[in-house]
Each structure stands twice: as C-alpha cells, then as structure tokens.
C-alpha cells in the first residue's frame, strides 16, 4: 500500500498518509475497516460502519488516501548554495570503515592551498545568486591538519561576503586529536557548527577510530569534545554503528552520560551490516525510543538527530523529491580544485565536474543531478518512505546499488526502520503533551486524529 503506512508500535496504530503527510491514530476496528476499505472488501459490522464514516470524512479532506500528483515542483532558485571544502586529504587516524580511503580518497594525500580555497570561496559567492545566506563545510581527511588555512579562508570569506551584502554558515567535520583550546576559541568565535566524530563506549570506538599505531583515540578526543562543549553549543557528536554495536542504544546512553546533549548515530557505510542484523538494529531503536521519550522529561532534554522528524511540515516538497541537492546547489571541492557533487563521490573520477583553477564545469553532468529524483526512481515511487528520504544517498546509490537513481536495498531497509520509530516517537512525544495539558480524546476518529496539531 504506497499510499499509506500502519506504524504499529506498544498498542498504538499510527496511520501515515504518505502523500500528504498526515498522521492519524486509530484503534484496531478503525485500521481494520481501513484496510477493508482499501481492498474493497464487504463491511457489515456496524462499529466497522461507524468508523468508516469517519474515514471517508478523512478521505474528503484529503488527509487520507491522498494521490500523488508525480510532478516535480519548480525549483524558485538553483544557484549554488554551499560548498564542501576538502582542506585536507591526510588523517592522523586510520580508521577501517573510512569512506574515503583513510582521507586520500584512493589518491595522493594533499593539503589546499590558500589560492585554491579563496578560489573556491570566490565560485561560492559568484554563483549564489540571489543568496543572501550560503555554507561551507570544512572536511577531510581531518580539516584541522589545514588549520591555518581555515582560519585564512574564513577571515577572506566573510570579508567578501561582507562586500557583497552576503553572509557564510560554516561547518566542520573532525576526529578531535588537534581540538585544543585555540581551535575551540577560533570556532565559537566565528559560529562554526561542528561535527564531533566519536562511536560511544570507549571500546567500540577504540575497535574503529585509532591511530596509525592501533592505539585507540577515545581517551584523547573525549577530553577535547568536554573542553568545546564548554565554548560552543552548536554541534553534533555523531556517531557510527556497526556489526559490533548493534545496541548502539548503550553507545547513545554513554554520549549522553558523558554531558553531549546533541547527538547522531549513522550506520557504517558499506560495512559489515547485513540484513540478519536488521531485528537487531530495530530492537535498538525501540529501546532507544523509550529512554529517549524518558529523556525528553528532564531539565535539558537529549536533541537526538534522527528523530527530530518535522511532521509539522518539514522540508519543501521540492527538497523532499529531489533531496541534498548535490551536483547543482551543492559542491565538493577537492585541495587541487576539483568539483565533485559531493565529498562521496570523490573517488570516482567519472563524477569530476570540473576545476575551479581553470574555470571548467560540466554543465551537462550536473543537470545529469539536478534531474535525479523520487519519480525517476524505480524503488522508490511506491515505497511509503520516499518523502522523507528523498531516495537516499546517490554516492551509497551508486556504489552499492550500482546506479545513482538504485537505493541499495538494505539501506533502505535501515532507513525506513528509523523513520518508523521517529515517527513514533514524535507521535508518542505530542500525545504527551496533550496529556500534560489535559486536552482529552473521544472514542471518535475524529477526536483521536491529530492531523491538526501536526500540520
């Protein structure tokens, strides 16, 4: 059924009516008679009568059973809105489920130079047309091996965006070894969003992020991560799970105990997870779930990334067909100057777009991007998810998937998994509030729906 999807989670069916994005609570004559109504079954049964009138006032409205319309919205405006600087393609750790190579990216190891970051700074403003507010993400490899050159490159940039009426969002992606105090000052100074990298309990990271001599970072980076929480408040500490944390919900608990109250847990990319591991992986987000709902009840409660899901609104229609934008309002820049679509697909050089140092752009692969979307993808047209993952990752895509428009199946399995219990716990956390305020429910659909609060 791609036109809605039944959540059953602790005695609760969440009805998502996928193309408008409504969400209703029923009970089980409700879902029951739903599903008669959808198989054009014979109903009879007089409660079952009841409920489907109410269904069909559901269906009139159109939050229930909503069509798609298949059509791509226009984008208003399609400039360049952020770029993904590559300061440095070296690491000082030798992590074995690295995406890109150990920070090479299966290429020489390099650091940029000052000429190519105001380059690429200088491409950013040029082509942000219309822009007032555009981001660049430091990454590497470790950015902050290039640390002088972040600071020069954000002193030019705001400088320039300055003479143009513009402002610049910065980011940064570190392991935390190089995270002392100067670097933290330099951050909270200039607002840098930073993505801490660290795997939760000291064993499971020390398996995974180590130095070049085996010896585990985790005593080392959580010190640094302590220090800059005490400067900054914006950051994500992002964690990955694999094989040998399939209760990654411990790892979670362990950040949280540790003072990080912003957290992520990715899955590994093109690791060892295999499809036997998916009960595993859904039991961990349930248990999750119900600490994280017991977290939200204290003074500072735990902002978890993957269940902050807007069911309020959310994203545009067009960024939720067309997703992360990568090729067009996104770029990667590589230390020599060359354009990818993304920092993932460096390592394919078939993807290169260009350089900024000789002012070559394919135009032709990058509308090649900007036509990628939900409807151009065979899986994803009836799966209830493609709203909210937008069709997944096209570099994950292409290399497991083998093609950019071919979600890699069990990808897609962990996602929806996810999204199911966000959903949940975003369903569960405002019936909470609704209790707290003593708004009461009748045994009518119409009372128990909460369309109008989610809308």
């Known amino acids: 059924m791609k036109d809605i999807k039944i959540i059953e989670k602790n005695g609760m069916n969440i009805v998502l009516d996928v193309n408008s994005g409504s969400i209703h609570i029923f009970d089980e004559i409700s879902k029951n008679t739903l599903l008669k109504h959808i198989k054009a079954e014979e109903i009879t049964d007089t409660r079952e009568k009841e409920a489907l009138q109410e269904i069909e006032v559901l269906i009139n409205e159109g939050s229930l059973l909503s069509k798609d319309t298949g059509e791509l919205p226009k984008l208003v405006n399609k400039s360049l809105k952020s770029i993904c600087l590559n300061v440095a393609h070296i690491c000082n750790l030798a992590c074995p489920y690295c995406f890109a190579s150990g920070g090479s990216y299966k290429g020489d190891e390099a650091l940029m130079t000052l000429e190519v970051g105001k380059k690429a700074i200088d491409y950013l403003l040029d082509n942000s ?136 847990m990715e899955p590994v990319i093109g690791g060892d997870l295999t499809y036997e591991d998916l009960d595993d992986i859904r039991k961990s987000y349930d248990i999750l779930a119900e600490k994280y709902l017991n977290w939200l009840k204290e003074e500072k409660p735990l902002d978890f990334f993957h269940f902050n899901i807007n069911l309020k609104g959310g994203p545009c229609i067009y960024k939720r ?45 990058s509308t090649k991007f900007e036509n990628i979307n939900i409807y151009t993808k065979e899986k994803c047209i009836k799966c209830w998810a493609r709203f909210y993952c937008s069709g997944g990752c096209h570099s994950n895509n292409l290399k497991y998937g083998g093609d950019l428009s071919s979600p890699d199946d069990l990808s897609c399995e962990i996602q929806k998994i996810r999204l199911e219990t966000a959903i949940y716990v975003q369903t569960q956390k405002l019936l909470n509030e609704m209790s707290d305020k003593n708004l009461k429910t009748s045994d009518k659909i119409t009372k128990e729906k909460i369309i109008d609060m989610l809308k």
């Open 129 to 264: 047309i219309g822009r007032k507010l555009v981001e660049v993400d430091f990454f590497g490899g470790e950015p902050l091996l290039n640390f002088q050159l972040i600071k020069d490159v954000v002193a030019y940039g705001e400088s320039k965006a300055k003479e143009l009426n513009k402002s610049i969002k910065w980011s940064m992606t570190t392991n935390g070894v190089l995270l002392d105090e100067k670097v933290c000052d330099f951050l909270e100074k200039h607002n840098v969003g930073t993505v801490l990298s660290i795997d939760g309990r000291k064993e499971v990271h020390d398996k995974y992020r180590y130095f070049k001599d085996k010896s585990g970072s985790y005593d080392k980076i959580v010190s640094n991560y302590q220090r800059f929480k005490e400067y900054s408040d914006d950051y994500v500490a992002r964690g990955t799970f694999t094989k040998s944390n399939l209760d990654f919900y411990n790892d979670i608990e362990v950040l949280k105990n540790l003072g990080f109250d912003h957290l992520s």
């Open 321 to 365: 067909i067309t997703a992360c934008g990568a090729g067009f309002e996104y770029l990667a820049i590589t230390p020599i100057g060359d354009i990818f679509p993304c920092h993932q697909l460096i390592e394919n050089k078939e993807y290169r777009l260009g350089n900024i140092m000789n002012g070559t752009f394919d135009n032709n692969l």
